[in-house]
């Protein structure tokens, strides 16, 4: 679809797009897409996307939530597509800042007006919601395919599969590179060289970051978070299955929990694997979350 098809298609779904900036917390130039339905705004959702996912790959479920009368922020990370330095070699930052600083920025910001606001989180966006200082601002947040990251967790194909990609592959790249060039793999957006070695550090290990001990004051932020968490695991979603879902979510310890196993066949897929929760054809599911956030503000 060409962009003037797609804002053709835009217009004929009363929705407006527009391009927006906004600060960090640390002050870092953040770039997000607002997506709004011209009629009533009845709340705000603040996306927050997987590790090296650019934000327009989330665009047809910002799409589709206005339809029901919410506005989405969709934005990249530092580091990341319309976020990113005009070059990585070199770019410095930790793989926390994300949620500590991005994330915290992006419902600043949604949080000037006195809609209420929910998140959706993916992979690490579920994780992020920890990370941040303002938690108390997300009236409740539906995440997916959020885990620990353990290849311990996954079937054993993909076990050996993802070995071999932090072990031989990934290493010599990022070598040349001063980064990880991703997108040479298909895989997403290009990340930071920082990102990277946090990642596969944290990766080893079965409680993901919370065994780092240079990071123990993990423990006591997500201990802080109360917001009500609804965590979705697809049993076809190798790398966060339902263990390696629990295994990090367990220290939102005092968040109310709701742990939710879906199959494909249950929203009429043939598949939904790690990717497949914002792929066209998930409506249904997209459906149970709109329903979920109508009934909290109801």
């Known amino acids: 679809m060409s962009m003037q098809q797609q804002k053709a298609f835009l217009q004929e779904q009363n929705v407006r797009v527009e391009t927006v900036h906004f600060k960090a917390l640390d002050g870092y130039a953040l770039t997000g897409m607002l997506y709004r339905p011209t009629s009533e705004i009845k709340a705000s959702i603040v996306l927050s996307c997987a590790t090296g996912v650019p934000q327009a790959f989330y665009r047809r479920f910002a799409e589709y939530a206005t339809q029901s009368g919410y506005q989405v922020l969709t934005f990249d990370y530092r580091g990341v597509a319309l976020s990113a330095p005009e070059r990585l070699k070199g770019f410095q930052m930790s793989y926390l800042d994300w949620g500590k600083y991005d994330l915290s920025g992006a419902i600043e910001y949604l949080s ?7 998140m959706v989180g993916h992979s690490y966006g579920g994780q992020a919601l920890g990370l941040t200082s303002n938690h108390d601002k997300v009236k409740a947040m539906y995440c997916f395919g959020t885990g620990a990251g353990w290849h311990g967790y996954m079937p054993f194909k993909e076990k050996i599969k993802v070995q071999v990609i932090w072990n031989l592959i990934f290493p010599p790249m990022v070598a040349v590179k001063g980064y990880l060039p991703w997108s040479m793999l298909n895989m997403g957006s290009d990340l930071p060289k920082d990102v ?11 409680t993901y970051f919370f065994a780092d001990p240079a990071q123990a004051e993990l423990h006591h932020l997500y201990e802080q978070v ?4 609804y965590a979705v695991s697809s049993l076809d ?20 929990m709701k742990f939710i196993n879906i199959s494909a066949d249950d929203f009429g ?3 939904i694997g790690h990717m497949g929760y914002f792929r066209k ?8 979350i709109l329903n979920t956030f109508d009934e909290i503000s109801a």
């Not at 946090?198 to 080893?204: A, I, L, P, V």
């Not at 109360?226 to 968490?229: A, G, L």
């Not at 979603?237 to 939102?252: E, G, I, K, V």
């Open 112 to 118: 000037q007006s006195e809609l209420p606001v929910y």
């Open 269 to 271: 897929l043939k598949q």
């Open 226 to 229: 109360k917001t009500p968490i």
């Open 281 to 288: 054809g998930a409506e249904p599911l997209w459906d149970t």
């Open 196 to 206: 990277y070695k946090e990642w596969r550090r944290w990766c080893k290990n079965p």
């Open 237 to 256: 979603d190798d790398w966060a299955l339902p263990s390696s879902r629990y295994a990090f979510m367990q220290h939102y310890k005092n968040a109310p």
